[in-house]
């Protein structure tokens, strides 16, 4: 079942930190562990320039943007740690 | 070599089935057509009482990398079916699913309704539920081939379109009309198989949630996936059939709606693009951050290579010069 989390935070952060901070902050993503690093993720989105940052560095070789994604076109792949985590953006 | 996307067991069971080799004379008496795909229109066929294989043979298909032959993905219909009739479904179906539902990290899924099971060099095969309480807002003509199995538990109606055969698909014509070809049941077990740039299928909405096991080619024959409305059966747009394609198109349609006004070099750098879907997403994002910088480039596609194009620049310029 969905979890909300009212965060009020205004603070932001980059993709590299919030990778950063997730990768540290515990071996197995469990659901706390997750539900621990609901502020960064509002951090991240509040930052209203790194995704088109990706996306913009990304376009400067079109013919290998994204080469490891494996999802729909909708989805755009932001980076992790292999076998741990990802982060992907989804657009509806 | 076969990229098995599913839990550990399947994985296992699939590597053994990768030992599997189906004779090289069984493998001629496959192919019987005279260009890719033409003699493959819709059709449906009952997978029937094949006896089931303790090892699916769909592992044969890994091994047909000889790059001095053309591979169809027709060819592999007998594997497919077998890979239906084996026990990898029976084992899949009976213990896996629940543990899909269960893994946290289970990350195949590729929409709310649809699971990838495998991924083989030239094909994927997924499973997929038509909803009971859905109905469709279009039909799709694709542009890979591909076979559905009805896993039921209900049967299916669906109605067959077909793409005009003077059509020319590779180029997206609103005045295209589909011409019924059949309607009938699809019950469970049977495999239907859809031809690229052909068929349409138009399933009706089923009883009860019905799920459909997919295999779908990976080698698009068409450049273009036509969307036409389910009720009026009017073509409405196209999608490109590369992944690729669409997923730039998308990126710099986020770039237009969060005003990357900066990010126009490298917009502009995409209009070269070979892919003219490519071109005009870049041209069009171009033109809604700067009028100036998208006319100059509307300017210059109406010598494109591509008619699309050519159509959609003048139009624009028309739009453009009125609204000034």
Not at chain 2, 62 to 89: G, H, M, N
Request: charged share 25%; hydrophobic share 40%.
């Amino acid at each position: 079942m969905a979890i909300t989390f009212n965060s009020t935070t205004t603070d932001q952060i980059d993709l590299g930190d919030f990778l950063e901070l997730v990768d540290v902050s515990g071996g197995e993503m469990i659901q706390d562990v997750l539900i621990s690093h609901a502020d960064h993720l509002r951090m991240l989105s509040n930052n209203r320039q790194f995704l088109t940052d990706i996306i913009n560095k990304e376009l400067t070789d079109i013919y290998d943007f994204q080469p490891k994604n494996n999802y729909t076109a909708q989805t755009i792949m932001l980076g992790g740690v292999s076998n741990k985590f990802y982060v992907r953006a989804n657009v509806w | 070599m076969l990229e098995y996307l599913v839990p550990r067991s399947v994985d296992r069971l699939l590597s053994t089935g990768s030992r599997l080799e189906l004779s090289k004379a069984r493998c001629r008496g496959m192919g019987k057509r005279s260009a890719e795909g033409t003699n493959c229109r819709f059709s449906a066929t009952k997978l029937g009482q094949r006896t089931a294989r303790s090892q699916p043979s769909i592992g044969y298909l890994s091994q047909q990398k000889d790059a001095t032959r053309r591979i169809f993905f027709w060819d592999f219909v007998p594997a497919f079916q077998d890979f239906f009739a084996s026990d990898f479904l029976l084992n899949f179906l009976r213990g896996e699913l629940r543990k899909i539902a269960s893994e946290k990290d289970y990350d195949r899924v590729l929409s709310d309704d649809e699971v990838e099971l495998v991924r083989g060099e030239g094909f994927r095969v997924s499973m997929g539920k038509l909803k009971a309480r859905s109905d469709y807002s279009e039909v799709v003509c694709y542009a890979s081939d591909f076979m559905c199995i009805n896993l039921g538990p209900s049967s299916l109606q669906l109605e067959v379109f077909n793409i005009p055969a003077n059509c020319d698909i590779t180029f997206f014509d609103r005045s295209v009309r589909l011409s019924p070809a059949c309607r009938r049941e699809q019950e469970v077990g049977d495999i239907v198989k859809v031809n690229a740039g052909c068929d349409v299928l138009k399933f009706i909405r089923p009883e009860l949630d019905t799920f459909q096991l997919f295999i779908v080619s990976l080698k698009p024959r068409m450049p273009l996936l036509w969307h036409f409305d389910a009720e009026t059966l009017e073509p409405k747009y196209c999608t490109s059939a590369n992944l690729m394609s669409s997923r730039l198109q998308m990126a710099m349609d986020i770039l237009v709606r969060m005003g990357r006004v900066d990010a126009i070099p490298e917009v502009i750098g995409a209009a070269r693009s070979k892919d003219h879907f490519v071109r005009w997403s870049a041209i069009s994002s171009v033109l809604c951050m700067d009028e100036f910088e998208g006319t100059r480039l509307l300017i210059g596609a109406l010598d494109d290579s591509h008619p699309d194009v050519r159509n959609a620049a003048a139009a624009a310029l028309a739009t453009v010069k009125l609204a000034n």
